[in-house]
């Protein structure tokens, strides 16, 4: 079965790193590209960042640019993201997706992150 | 960016009864390749989210066929024919068509 496993996530003080890490397994993880997308408490879905198979190509969005670095290690089936410069604004559960048909057909249940001094 | 915009917000729909959902985007999804990349998912309180459909039209595997997308262009809907009482959650819009990858705000639909 395939399935997604987060990790990584914790409370910080604004300014901190952290890095979050997707297990994955039961699907070839190596051609598929695969998303980070996080939920504030209580609002709306938003995407972070997008890498493609082999880690050529990357996507963030504007609000993490140049403090987020999304990554893989293929031969650990493993995602991972990178969060330095942390500010409160972040504080989110951080999911990892895995596209399907240009659409999120898995996801993981979640890693919530809090950035509070 | 592509910002997407869901209507209602909320929805209170009798069991057994009909629900629509509307998505409308800032603008055109249609790709390059000749495919709009728009897709459905479903989230359940305490879940992540799931998905029901992919390219507009298209049910995902498992997903029951009370549920179905349309739209073209601009202006997409996701319809279910009978809501059943697991159809309780929040649903979002969303398109991959160009970064960023943009959500619709979410439509929160309640079981009467």
């Known amino acids: 079965e395939a399935q997604l496993v987060e990790s990584g996530g914790g409370f910080v003080q604004p300014g901190g790193s952290l890095r979050l890490s997707c297990a994955a397994s039961?699907?070839?993880?190596?051609?598929?590209?695969m998303t980070w997308i996080r939920q504030a408490p209580g609002r709306g879905l938003e995407w972070v960042a997008t890498?493609?198979?082999?880690?050529?190509?990357?996507w963030y969005a504007d609000s993490v640019k140049g403090r987020f670095t999304i990554s893989r290690d293929n031969a650990k089936t493993s995602l991972y993201l990178q969060m330095d410069s942390l500010r409160v604004e972040d504080t989110a559960v951080y999911f990892c997706?895995?596209?399907?048909?240009?659409?999120?057909?898995?996801w993981g249940q979640g890693t919530l992150v809090t950035v509070s001094s | 960016d592509i910002v997407m915009t869901q209507t209602p917000l909320s929805s209170p729909v009798t069991l057994g009864q009909p629900a629509s959902i509307s998505c409308r985007s800032s603008?055109?999804?249609?790709?390059?390749?000749?495919?709009?990349?728009l897709s459905w998912l479903q989230q359940r309180p305490g879940q992540p989210p799931r998905l029901l459909i992919y390219?507009?039209?298209n049910r995902f595997p498992g997903v029951p066929d009370r549920f179905s997308g349309s739209g073209a262009g601009t202006d997409f809907t996701l319809k279910i024919s009978r809501v059943e009482a697991e159809d309780a959650g929040v649903y979002y819009c969303?398109?991959?068509?160009?970064?960023?990858?943009?959500f619709g705000q979410g439509t929160k639909l309640e079981i009467k």
């Open positions: 890498i493609k198979e082999h880690g050529s190509d990357k």
């Open positions: 390219r507009v039209s």
């Open positions: 039961g699907f070839t993880f190596s051609t598929s590209w």
């Open positions: 969303m398109q991959t068509t160009q970064f960023p990858n943009t």
């Open positions: 603008q055109s999804l249609v790709y390059s390749d000749g495919n709009i990349y």
């Open positions: 997706a895995r596209h399907w048909v240009s659409a999120f057909d898995l």
